[in-house]
């Protein structure tokens, strides 16, 4: 009776034992957590509507046209900005677009997604603009709830947390909450269209629309600008994030890679070649016989540590070759005008490169904005030396008459939603 006693009383010291170790087995995670929204396709489906000029809270993309600036509000709308007056623009309202994260814009009609409808509108009177055509279910939902609401989108929240040491933590699947990102980066300088940045899913050219979600693409025919028709979808390969037009040419930017289309025939794009890097986010620009391609590190990228842009020479367009690679700080959105390009280093600025020989861009920083952050940059198109860069502060605009010393013309602030 008393070995038993002995015995029981061990079985319960080791066990206090191991419940002690556990509980000083913990760890602090941090990881990204996926929460699924639902919407009701009447929702989805509200009206359009003009409303009175609003702050900036949440902005996304910009997008340049006639002289007026669109910032969209991510999943709001589009804030339209009379830019006549670089130094001075003026906020004339704002259009509620459910579900909206960018837009695209050709002969004064207006293309816009709202979640899984392509929407058509007419901008001639921009104080009334009216709804021409929903193409409905355009852009593919992700599964249905029980009572038939579409999964629109997926809400990214950094959640930290106490587990113990066997909890692998929650963590990011993979997929990229701004799946339905549209944006133009085609028609660039063309009287019909309007000029996008390069974090781009959406681009006009040779009078189609090129739209791209994880996977596929898909092209619609603007033969008749009120009421775009989808001709084509194809498979273009995964984790696609950007897409660029240049000379009869998509250039896709991935997690994983580049990859180049041929639309001499736009109705029919084919596969031309491809260039494969680490896995990370991917803006792409391209300019003469180089492509210039972002790599960056961040919650939604998966990219280790590489910070870095990588020079693509793409001569022979159906073997692209990597021939220099560039450290950066963390490289967002790029553009260029003549022999300089602008680069968007997320929190540490905008800068300026000489790129008049592009192996040594690295030795040719001509400038470099460090106060305000920068996510996503256009070159207004035409003579005017002006400069549309976005960021988590806000709105710029910039002179740069002299590269070496860009001038601020104007600066529109977020403000907290808090």
């Not at 009447?42 to 949440?58: F, G, P, W, Y």
């Not at 992700?142 to 609401?149: E, I, K, P, R, V």
């Not at 890679?257 to 803006?283: A, F, L, R």
């Not at 690679?325 to 003549?338: A, E, I, Q, R, V």
Request: hydrophobic share 35%; with cysteine.
């Amino acid at each position: 009776m008393k070995t038993f006693k002995y015995f029981t009383l061990a079985i319960i010291v080791l066990l206090s034992f191991q419940s002690c170790v556990k509980d000083q087995c913990q760890r602090e995670i941090t990881y990204v957590k996926e929460i699924p929204v639902y919407m009701s396709f009447a929702d989805i489906r509200a009206d359009i509507r003009m409303e009175a000029s609003k702050e900036l809270v949440n902005p996304g993309k910009i997008y340049f046209y006639n002289n007026y600036i669109f910032i969209n509000e991510k999943r709001e709308g589009v804030h339209i900005i009379d830019n006549n007056d670089p130094s001075a623009p003026d906020n004339i309202g704002f259009l509620s677009i459910p579900g909206n994260v960018d837009i695209a814009i050709r002969n004064q009609v207006l293309y816009a997604d709202n979640f899984t409808d392509l929407l058509s509108i007419d901008l001639l009177d921009l104080q009334n603009p009216r709804l021409l055509k929903r193409t409905q279910n355009a852009f593919p939902h992700f599964g249905l709830d029980g009572s038939g609401n579409p999964l629109v989108y997926y809400r990214h929240e950094e959640v930290t947390e106490i587990v113990d040491c066997e909890t692998s933590g929650g963590g990011w699947s993979g997929r990229n909450d701004d799946l339905f990102v549209l944006e133009s980066a085609g028609d660039q300088g063309a009287p019909a269209g309007g000029v996008g940045g390069s974090l781009a899913r959406f681009t006009i050219t040779d009078g189609y629309l090129f739209t791209v979600d994880d996977t596929d693409l898909r092209v619609f025919s603007l033969d008749q600008s009120d009421c775009p028709v989808q001709v084509n979808t194809l498979n273009v390969g995964w984790g696609i994030e950007t897409i660029y037009a240049f000379k009869q040419k998509l250039f896709f930017g991935s997690t994983n890679g580049m990859s180049i289309y041929d639309i001499s025939d736009p109705s029919n794009p084919t596969y031309i070649s491809g260039y494969e890097h680490w896995t990370s986010c991917d803006p792409v620009y391209v300019k003469d016989n180089y492509a210039y391609v972002t790599l960056r590190t961040g919650t939604l990228c998966n990219g280790g540590s590489i910070n870095q842009l990588d020079l693509i020479d793409i001569t022979d367009i159906t073997n692209p070759r990597l021939v220099n690679t560039f450290p950066m700080d963390n490289p967002h959105g790029l553009s260029g005008k003549d022999d300089k390009l602008f680069l968007c280093e997320g929190e540490t600025g905008l800068k300026v490169f000489d790129i008049s020989d592009p192996l040594r861009l690295s030795s040719n920083l001509l400038e470099h904005l460090d106060a305000r952050p920068a996510t996503d940059v256009i070159v207004v198109p035409g003579n005017q030396n002006t400069l549309l860069v976005i960021g988590e502060s806000g709105f710029h605009q910039y002179n740069f008459d002299d590269p070496n010393d860009l001038k601020e013309l104007s600066f529109i602030p977020v403000v907290s939603d808090k």
